[in-house]
């Protein structure tokens, strides 16, 4: 019987975008609406789709051996994990989000201290008790199952913890930002016991060094172009590059082949500049992981 590693995928908002960060890595996971085993395209690893509040615990009690999730979730339940990786999605549902204290724009409150004796709504117990317990503000914290903002609004409470990336939803909702509890954002969790076991710990390692390839390429792109020996130097002066460009000298020929990594944004920018310079045939091609020692 071959050897598996049980892999979480966050069932949620991060559900689609995590699956997308597979598929880039080199590896196909397939839903089905009435499954939480999702499948995937190797025996070694088995996948179930785990909420990302949940994920943590799971991984600490030895149910799963990775998975992603927040640190956010990781700290509310005070899990005792390894962090192995930690990541921004840039491109897809989620990127470096904020736990934010928001109160009414006519309250009172206008800083943390002033919370003394209120009463706060959040997802984030735990993590809210220990924040205001550390810093000798008594407060009473109620969990809250959704539509957090609605309840600072009608009154129901004085203030709310709520998660936000840009903090237009908690303005929208007529609600000011007067502290921020935690900067958070998706990290690759371990059990600590996995990393023990030799083989458990390098399959681990392959996915993660893998991941972090595919969101290292998410914004760069490949671009390759044919130049004229007598104009290379001005070419690559205008050429970007993580190291220095590949230059290779075509059959039979005066001309060079120029190859290039580069961000994506800029190439619109360049390639009139390219062109002008004396760079032919230019092809620009995606890339779905840029790998270096670094990443290791």
């Known amino acids: 019987m071959s050897r598996k590693i049980k892999l979480g995928i966050p069932k949620g908002s991060l559900e689609k975008a995590t699956i997308d960060l597979f598929k880039k890595a080199g590896w196909k996971i397939s839903l089905s609406s009435r499954n939480y085993f999702p499948s995937i395209d190797d025996s070694e690893i088995e996948c179930s789709l785990i909420r990302a509040q949940e994920m943590a615990r799971y991984i600490e009690s030895g149910v799963l051996d990775v998975g992603l999730t927040g640190l956010d979730w990781i700290l509310e339940n005070q899990s005792d994990v390894e962090i192995l990786s930690d990541f921004v999605y840039s491109k897809v549902s989620t990127k470096k989000a904020k736990w934010v204290l928001a109160v009414p724009e006519n309250s009172p409150i206008s800083t943390i201290n002033d919370c003394s004796g209120k009463t706060i709504s959040t997802e984030l117990v735990n993590f809210t008790k220990r924040y205001f317990a550390d810093r000798g503000i008594p407060v009473s914290v109620e969990f809250s199952w959704g539509a957090?903002?609605?309840?600072?609004?009608?009154?129901?409470?004085?203030?709310?913890?709520?998660?936000?990336?840009?903090?237009?939803?908690?303005?929208?909702?007529?609600?000011k930002i007067i502290h921020t509890l935690l900067e958070t954002n998706t990290k690759l969790a371990v059990n600590k016991n996995s990393m023990k076991d030799h083989w458990k710990k390098s399959k681990i390692q392959q996915i993660s060094l893998l991941l972090r390839g595919a969101l290292n390429a998410e914004n760069l792109v490949g671009i390759k172009m044919n130049v004229p020996e007598k104009d290379i130097d001005q070419v690559i002066k205008i050429i970007p590059s993580l190291t220095a460009p590949t230059v290779s000298k075509l059959h039979n020929s005066d001309w060079l082949s120029v190859e290039s990594v580069i961000e994506e944004?800029?190439?619109?920018e360049i390639i009139p500049k390219l062109i002008e310079a004396g760079a032919d045939g230019i092809i620009e091609y995606p890339l779905n992981k840029v790998i270096s020692k670094k990443d290791l």
């Open 148 to 175: 957090t903002e609605a309840k600072v609004v009608e009154g129901l409470v004085d203030a709310i913890v709520e998660v936000t990336e840009t903090g237009n939803t908690i303005k929208a909702h007529g609600l």
């Open 265 to 268: 944004e800029v190439v619109r």
